[in-house]
């Protein structure tokens, strides 16, 4: 379990191995979009939003994040369309806060 807790509009490292099906897999960046409301009950489940640096380009389904805007080191899109509750545990490192531009 992370020393603190994921925080709503934060850039985490997950491990979402292993995947099921078209979900996406292994290690990698997560925004989280949960309320910090209920983030700060002690609840055991986020809801993120994970990302990839396989860029699409312009697709309705992702929003491009520049490399540094949340301690990324690459580029990389959030996949809106793969939204799901992971357990908090799967979430092991904070990157930065996601500002908006």
Not at 5 to 25: H, I, M, Q, Y
Not at 79 to 98: H, K, N, T, W
């Amino acid at each position: 379990m992370p020393d603190r807790v994921p925080r709503r509009g934060e850039l985490w490292s997950a491990d979402l191995n292993p995947r099921r099906g078209t979900e996406p897999g292994k290690v990698r960046p997560v925004l989280v979009v949960q309320s910090d409301l209920l983030n700060d009950t002690g609840h055991p489940n986020a809801w993120i939003l994970p990302c990839t640096t396989r860029l699409t380009g312009t697709s309705i389904l992702r929003v491009e994040l520049p490399a540094g805007i949340a301690g990324n080191s690459r580029a990389c899109e959030v996949m809106i369309d793969q939204s799901r509750a992971v357990d908090r545990r799967r979430c092991f490192s904070g990157l930065a806060v996601c500002h908006q531009p």
